[in-house]
């Protein structure tokens, strides 16, 4: 709780991000499938799009998290984002994606986890994760550049999936 209050903080005031240790936590219960949940998310640019499906399966070992997000908003057009990395931000390869080709992830705290997307070093959406204590809910909020060069603050919900 300290580290967070420590990071909120910082973030509040423009000051530099403390330097957190890095720790090993027991991530085996943030594990699962979580679905977009479309009324507690938004877009800053208003162009949320209706009946947005987001749907991210995730597995966490000890620093490591093997991650898959389907878009099936249009079923004809999905987009997968999908990768293997570790969680003390250094950068892990992502195939298969125009966008960005790799993921920096750095474990903050026990639920909560700064997300790099980068392409070629440079980063293309920068987010914050954050779990609720008992993983039924993870919220993400960032940065993002979109294809056609414009950027987009974000800020989306997604609820646990039993499965």
Known sequence: M????????ALATGR?????EPQSWDNTSLSGVYRSL??????????????FRLTLTMRFEENFLAYEGLNDTNPEK????KF????DDK???IAGNARYNEVRIRQLSAREFQVLEQLDGDVIIGQYWCFSEDASTLMRWGVGKAPDGTSKAFFETFGRVEE
Do not use: C
């Open 91 to 93: 950068p892990a390869p």
């Open 2 to 9: 300290k580290d967070q209050t420590m990071l909120i903080e």
């Open 38 to 51: 479309h009324p507690q998310s938004y877009w800053s640019n208003g162009m949320f799009p209706a009946g």
């Open 16 to 20: 530099s991000l403390p330097a957190i």
């Open 78 to 81: 999905l987009y997968v984002n």
């Open 84 to 87: 293997d990395a570790t969680l």
